[in-house]
Nanobody
Framework: QVQLVESGGGLVQAGDSLRLSCAAS????????MAWFRQAPGKERDFVAC????????DYAHSVKGRFFISRDNAKNTVYLQMNSLKPEDTAVYYC??????????????????WGQGTQVTVSS
């Protein structure tokens, strides 16, 4: 069992940056592939980015590639999402997720066993 707690969301203007953090409990954080998803009001939850256990492999949704960057610090049991050049369409609740069964994450939410409670990101125009 692992618990995930997101932080760092807020209200920003278009073009600003934010860094989200996701702190994980437990001693085996380094064995989890991690990911960020987001859900806008009235829409399905969408993949944003994922990172392998070691941090050596990452993948991004096309809509955020080149603007968002996922990273992890296994010593701190934390995964990050650096979001730059934010747009109003990035407004959503952002969730981190953990998959203890694979070394490299995927873009499918169904692969992830553990989820945080989410943090709201609102980008005004």
């Amino acid at each position: 069992q692992v618990q995930l707690v997101e932080s760092g969301g807020g209200l920003v203007q278009a073009g600003d940056s934010l860094r989200l953090s996701c702190a994980a409990s437990g001693r085996t954080f380094s064995s989890y592939a991690m990911a960020w998803f987001r859900q806008a009001p009235g829409k399905e939850r969408d993949f944003v980015a994922c990172i392998s256990r070691s941090g050596g492999s990452t993948d991004y949704a096309h809509s955020v590639k080149g603007r968002f960057f996922i990273s992890r610090d296994n010593a701190k049991n934390t995964v990050y999402l650096q979001m730059n050049s934010l747009k109003p369409e990035d407004t959503a609740v952002y969730y981190c997720a953990a998959d203890p069964t694979v070394a490299v994450g995927t873009n499918s939410e169904y692969e992830y066993d553990y989820w945080g409670q989410g943090t709201q990101v609102t980008v005004s125009s």
